[in-house]
């Protein structure tokens, strides 16, 4: 627990929340800004802020819920897909540093958009330069 996390707050009772899932190691309510209507965060109890800090075991728990919300929202809520995303850090737009992710129903008339600006690699070996720094950093980890 985090005194000063908001995840920690909610996860202690001190903030409330809309709850759809809850157990002993995992807690799974509303997001009060929803991008669309049914969105659902899923997170751990246990304070863990980045996903590279996690213990796997958590983390395989956490999964097994998302996988458990997503196919609600789809029977549940008619959603025609879902969309989970997780940000790891501020760089990549985390705003509560607490591990968490998303579980967003998609309806084909949701009006959302997920889709970016796809860039390119200056030649095959950019990409291969950088795949090969990933694949011995995997060694290390």
Known sequence: MNDSCLFCKI???AIPSTKVYEDAEI????????IVKGH???IPKQHTERITDTPVGVLARVMHIVQK?????????KADGVNIFQANGKAA???VPHLH???VPRFNTDGHSWNWA?????DMGEMTKLAESIRNALDHT
């Open 11 to 13: 996860v202690a009772g």
């Open 27 to 34: 807690l799974a309510f509303m997001d009060i800004g929803p």
């Open 40 to 42: 659902t965060l899923v």
């Open 69 to 77: 919300i997503a196919a609600a929202q789809v029977n549940g809520l």
């Open 93 to 95: 737009g985390q705003v």
């Open 101 to 103: 992710f998303h579980v």
């Open 118 to 122: 796809a860039k390119k690699y200056a």
